[in-house]
Structure formats: structure tokens, C-alpha cells
């Protein structure tokens, strides 16, 4: 079980080291109680709790922002979405610093802590087999849009991660599949509007395509759109669905890096903005919990 959390955070570094250079972290304030923890190691055995409990608040943070959207609306999605994103920003850049494997593990806890204590309405606690209910169905659902779009045929599977984008413009039915913490879909959204068709690559490998939607295809992302979180302007011609995690380290980089002109063009009306759940990082906590494990069964095998 250690073992997989240390190849997580092995991982991290490589994320972190491609993307950007670190810089100093926001002054955002996160929990004191969680930056004791961080400060000290953990015993194993407390450790592999702490590891549950980082899966189980993982998933409930999601949970939380789906009730945010319900109750206050797309803007307070967006914010909070913002801010629990500089909280594990905050602890990546310490584990990043000081190798300290526990500010690796907690971050999802003080993400939860946050959205607890700013939306009290929305402070969800579900059952362990609930909360892995969730993961699984989300992970059946992106299989589902995988297979629609031809994600496999295009994209190396081991590269198919988050945070994942779909542009399409309804205009022209173009349509773009982007992968990874890179400023890749803008330039997917303008070729979009310009009605180009290329491929983006990286050292060889294909992390993103265009192709012109054909009528199922329409009728899949139309679909997707309307099951998302929507933001924005409904009738522009771009849309862009974005597959996330609140756990995503690349997620994090991506927003604290691109998410203020993402944040301006749906504010201003260019696209259409919608938010759908595909649980990678998260689901890698669960798969080192020895409560988790057992009950994603095959998925860990994977």
C-alpha cells in the first residue's frame, strides 16, 4: 500500500516538473489542523487511515460541488472550485519541498474542511459503499464517452487521464479530444471556430485530435452537455466539457495556470462551459486503502 502511494507522489513530480516550475504557493489559509499533520510522519497504520479517509473526502468533495451548483449556481461552482484547487496546490508545493509523503495524502481533507466550513448546506458524509458506487458509475460513464469518440484508437490509453476536455462546435459539428494540464484547448476552440481539423502531440504521443462529429456523435456530446454542470452561455457556438477531479494534480496546475482566461471566456459568453466527473487520482487513494481496495474489485487491477 505504500508502495502505491509512493509511486503516486513519484508521479506527481514528473506532472509538476512538466507543466511549470513551481512557484510560491497562494496565501490562501488552509486548515491548521491538517498542516499539523503534514509537519509530522505517520505510523503506517495511521497512514492507511488517513489514505480512507482521503479517498472518502476525495469523492464527497465532488459530491459537495455538485450540491454547490444546485444551490448557489454556476459563479459559486467556479469559485469554489478555484480555492479548493489552491489548497491542494498549497500541499503539493510542501510535499514537492519537503518530501514529506503526508502532505501528499491530506490535501483532499482540507479541500473537504474548506467547502464544510464556507458551504455548511452542501457538508456531504456518505457511506464508504456509496461513495465507491459513485466512482465506479462515473468511471462506466467516461468508458461510455471513450468508446463514442474513439478516445483508444486516437490517444494511448495510459495517457487518457485528467483534466480531459471535449470542444465541439455546434456550428460545424468540429470537434476536439484534449488531454492533459496544457493551454492545448484553446487552440483546440479557435481551430474549432476556424473549422481546421489537426492533432497535438508530445514527445510522439497523440494527446489530442480533431474530427467532424458525425449525427450519433452530436447526439452523444448534446447528451453529455445537458448531464454536466453547466456554466455560461448555453446558446454559444463552443462548447467545452471538461473531465475532472478536485484531486487532480494536473487539474490543479491546469486551473492555477489557465483557469482565469478559461474563467473569462465563459464569463464572456464565448463557450459554453460544462463539468463532468471522471475520478483518477481519487480513485488511486482508494486502490491503496485496504478498506477501499476490496470493494473496487477489478478496477484496481487495472
Known sequence: ML??????????????????????????TVPSSNNNQGATQSSQSTQAS?????????????????????????????????????????????????NNITYYIVYPIAQYQYLVSNYANCAVSESDQSLVSTVTSALSNFGTVAMELNMESNIPSNYIGTPLFIVFNRANNITYVIVGASPSVFYAINYSKAGNITTFTYQGHELGYGFKANSTQVAFINELSSSGLGIGNSNANVTVIEYLDPECPACTIFQLEYGGYLDHLIGSGSIYYVIQYFPTHVLDYGCSSPTIEPMLGTICQG
Request: charged share 15%; glycine share 6%; net charge negative.
Open 3 to 28: 508502495i502505491a502511494v509512493v509511486v503516486l507522489a513519484v508521479a506527481l513530480v514528473g506532472v509538476l516538473v512538466y507543466f511549470l516550475v513551481l512557484k510560491s504557493p497562494s496565501t490562501l
Open 50 to 98: 488517513m489514505i480512507t479517509l482521503a479517498f472518502e473526502r476525495g469523492v464527497e468533495n465532488w459530491l459537495g460541488l455538485e450540491c454547490i451548483y444546485n444551490k448557489y449556481g454556476g459563479n459559486a461552482t467556479l469559485n469554489a472550485i478555484n480555492d479548493t484547487y489552491k489548497i491542494a496546490y498549497n500541499y503539493l508545493y510542501e510535499y514537492e519541498y519537503t
